[in-house]
C-alpha cells in the first residue's frame, strides 16, 4: 500500500518544546523514482576512538583479504564480519615526537583526525590541525540540523597539563574545528537526548522538561497528536517502521529516567546523587551514549560524529572485568603475560560496546538496507602497542558498506608507513568534497572499493 501523501525528509513531530526528527520513511522517496541516485540514503559517517592502543597479537588477522581469521579481542563482531575490514598498516606520524621528548598518549587524540603534530604546550597556546571530521561537517553540515556531534565517556578538557608537557585539550579532545579550536564532547546522555528532541524555543523546552519530571510524562506524549496525525497517512510498512522508531525513543527516556534516580542506602537515606543523566555504570552510560549516536544518524539530525570511548591515557580501573588496575598503567605491561591478558579483556569489551553499535544500525532499515548500509564507521586508536607507544601499523577497522561505496569483509593490508591522512583522503571524496591531499597525506588509499 502506497501513502497517500508526499513527505519531506525533513518532517518532525512536534508538541509543547517537542521536536522528533523521523528516520527515513518511504513516504520520504519519490514514488516514481524511488531507486533513483537522488533518493539514495544520505551517506553517515562516525569515528569512535579507543585509548591506549591494543594488545595487537590479539587483534591482527594472520592472513589477508576475505576469509581473514578472527583474532579474540575482533570476535565479538564476527557475526558482522562481511561488513567489516580490518585495515593493517596505516601509520599516524604526526603523534611521534619529532623532537618533543613525551606526551604520545596527548599527540595520538590530538593528531588521529588531524594528521598534524601538535604544538607542544600547557598553556593557552594550544595548536593543531582541522579534524577531518569538521572538513566534511563543513560541507555537509548545512544539510541537517547539527552539522556534527561530539560525544564520549568523559569531558573535555579545554586547560592545563594532562601528558608530559602537553595541554589536556590535546588528550581530550578528536574533534577541531581548526588548530586553535576543538570542539567539547558531550557525556551526558540525558543532555544529547534533550538536544535532538528539544524545539529549538528555549522557553518551550524548559516547560517541557519541567513537566516531564513533575508528571513523568514522555516526550512523545507532547508531539502525540502530530504523530497520530503522520500515522494516518503513511502506508503499513511506515506505520510499522515508525512505531518500531517512538519504541525505540520511549525505551531510551524510560532508560534514562531509571539512571537518573538517587541511590538509596540501607538506612534510607540517599546516597550523593551522580550528576543527572549520568549514569553510575559504565556498561549503561556507554549503551546510552551509543543509543544517541545512532538515534541521530538513523534521524539524519546529524551525518557526522566522533565519539571517544576514554580520553587518551585513561587510567580506570576495570574490575568488572577482572582488570582492576588502571588501563593506562596495565597498556605498560613490559611483556608481562598476565597484565597483557588484562589488557586484552578491555581491549575486548570496547570492540563488544563497537557491537552494541553496529548491531543496532544493522536492524534498522533504511531504503533497499540497512542504516549501516550507509554508513562508515571507523574504530580505532592512535596507538598501536600501549607498551611502546608506536603509531605504525594502528589497530583501525572500518564498518559500513558507505552506500555501496566500500568493498567490506576483508583484512586489507596497505604498504607499510601509509598515512592514516591517505584513508581521509578518500573519504573526503566520497562525501563529494575535491581534496587531493588533507594533513599529511602522501595519496589516496586504494582497494576499499
Known amino acids: 500500500m502506497m501513502?497517500?501523501?508526499?513527505?519531506?525528509?525533513?518532517?518532525?513531530?512536534?508538541?509543547?518544546?517537542?521536536?522528533?526528527?523521523?528516520?527515513?520513511?518511504?513516504?520520504?522517496?519519490?514514488?516514481?523514482?524511488?531507486?533513483?541516485?537522488?533518493?539514495?540514503?544520505?551517506?553517515?559517517?562516525?569515528?569512535?576512538?579507543?585509548?591506549?592502543?591494543?594488545?595487537?597479537?590479539?587483534?591482527?588477522?594472520?592472513?589477508?583479504?576475505?576469509?581473514?581469521?578472527?583474532?579474540?579481542?575482533?570476535?565479538?563482531?564476527?557475526?558482522?564480519?562481511?561488513?567489516?575490514?580490518?585495515?593493517?598498516?596505516?601509520?599516524?606520524?604526526?603523534?611521534?615526537?619529532?623532537?618533543?621528548?613525551?606526551?604520545?598518549?596527548?599527540?595520538?587524540?590530538?593528531?588521529?583526525?588531524?594528521?598534524?603534530?601538535?604544538?607542544?604546550?600547557?598553556?593557552?597556546?594550544?595548536?593543531?590541525?582541522?579534524?577531518?571530521?569538521?572538513?566534511?561537517?563543513?560541507?555537509?553540515?548545512?544539510?541537517?540540523?547539527?552539522?556534527?556531534?561530539?560525544?564520549?565517556?568523559?569531558?573535555?578538557?579545554?586547560?592545563?597539563?594532562?601528558?608530559?608537557?602537553?595541554?589536556?585539550?590535546?588528550?581530550?579532545?578528536?574533534a577541531w574545528r581548526n588548530a586553535t579550536s576543538p570542539l567539547a564532547k558531550e557525556m551526558d546522555p540525558s543532555a544529547v537526548f534533550d538536544r535532538l528532541f528539544s524545539s529549538g524555543d528555549s522557553e518551550a523546552d524548559l516547560k517541557t522538561r519541567g513537566l516531564r519530571k513533575d508528571?513523568?510524562?514522555?516526550?512523545?506524549?507532547?508531539?502525540?497528536?502530530?504523530?497520530?496525525?503522520?500515522?494516518?497517512?503513511?502506508?503499513?510498512?511506515?506505520?510499522?517502521?515508525?512505531?518500531?522508531?517512538?519504541?525505540?525513543?520511549?525505551?531510551?527516556?524510560?532508560?534514562?529516567?531509571?539512571?537518573?534516580?538517587?541511590?538509596?542506602?540501607?538506612?534510607?537515606?540517599?546516597?550523593?546523587?551522580?550528576?543527572?543523566?549520568?549514569?553510575?555504570?559504565?556498561?549503561?552510560?556507554?549503551?546510552?551514549?551509543?543509543?544517541?549516536?545512532?538515534?541521530?544518524?538513523?534521524?539524519?539530525s546529524t551525518r557526522v560524529a566522533t565519539f571517544m570511548f576514554a580520553n587518551e591515557g585513561n587510567n580506570r580501573g576495570y574490575p568488572e572485568l577482572g582488570a582492576p588496575e588502571g588501563h593506562h598503567d596495565l597498556s605498560h605491561h613490559g611483556k608481562s603475560q598476565e597484565k597483557q591478558k588484562k589488557v586484552a579483556k578491555i581491549n575486548r569489551y570496547y570492540v563488544e560496546k563497537l557491537a552494541y553499535l553496529l548491531d543496532s544500525l544493522a536492524s534498522i532499515r533504511e531504503g533497499e538496507g540497512t542504516l549501516l548500509d550507509h554508513c562508515m564507521i571507523v574504530y580505532g586508536s592512535g596507538i598501536s602497542d600501549g607498551d611502546r607507544h608506536n603509531h605504525d601499523n594502528l589497530p583501525i577497522l572500518m564498518a559500513g558498506g558507505a552506500g555501496g561505496r566500500v568493498r567490506s569483509g576483508r583484512h586489507i593490508v596497505f604498504a607499510k608507513e601509509t598515512p592514516m591522512c591517505n584513508l581521509y583522503v578518500w573519504m573526503l571524496q566520497q562525501f563529494s568534497i575535491r581534496a587531493d591531499s588533507f594533513g599529511d597525506s602522501t595519496g589516496m588509499v586504494s582497494g576499499l572499493s
Open 215 to 300: 508528571r513523568r510524562k514522555s516526550i512523545l506524549d507532547f508531539a502525540l497528536a502530530d504523530a497520530k496525525r503522520l500515522q494516518g497517512s503513511l502506508g503499513a510498512a511506515d506505520r510499522r517502521k515508525l512505531d518500531e522508531y517512538l519504541y525505540a525513543v520511549r525505551d531510551i527516556e524510560n532508560r534514562l529516567v531509571r539512571s537518573e534516580k538517587l541511590q538509596i542506602g540501607d538506612d534510607g537515606i540517599p546516597n550523593i546523587k551522580r550528576p543527572a543523566g549520568v549514569p553510575r555504570e559504565l556498561d549503561e552510560h556507554c549503551k546510552l551514549m551509543l543509543d544517541m549516536l545512532a538515534l541521530a544518524l538513523q534521524t539524519d
Open 3 to 174: 501513502p497517500s501523501q508526499q513527505l519531506s525528509r525533513r518532517t518532525i513531530l512536534r508538541g509543547l518544546g517537542t521536536a522528533i526528527s523521523l528516520p527515513l520513511l518511504e513516504a520520504m522517496t519519490p514514488r516514481v523514482t524511488i531507486a533513483a541516485a537522488g533518493s539514495k540514503p544520505p551517506l553517515r559517517l562516525a569515528f569512535l576512538y579507543v585509548p591506549n592502543g591494543k594488545h595487537m597479537p590479539h587483534w591482527t588477522p594472520d592472513t589477508q583479504g576475505a576469509g581473514y581469521d578472527v583474532k579474540p579481542i575482533l570476535e565479538p563482531i564476527t557475526h558482522l564480519k562481511e561488513q567489516i575490514n580490518v585495515l593493517t598498516n596505516l601509520t599516524l606520524d604526526g603523534a611521534r615526537s619529532h623532537g618533543d621528548g613525551g606526551g604520545d598518549h596527548a599527540r595520538s587524540a590530538a593528531a588521529f583526525l588531524t594528521g598534524a603534530h601538535p604544538k607542544k604546550t600547557q598553556g593557552a597556546d594550544i595548536y593543531n590541525g582541522v579534524s577531518v571530521d569538521q572538513a566534511i561537517a563543513q560541507a555537509v553540515g548545512g544539510e541537517t540540523r547539527f552539522a556534527s556531534l561530539e560525544l564520549g565517556l568523559e569531558g573535555s578538557t579545554q586547560a592545563g597539563g594532562c601528558d608530559s608537557g602537553y595541554s589536556c585539550a590535546y588528550s581530550s579532545n578528536l
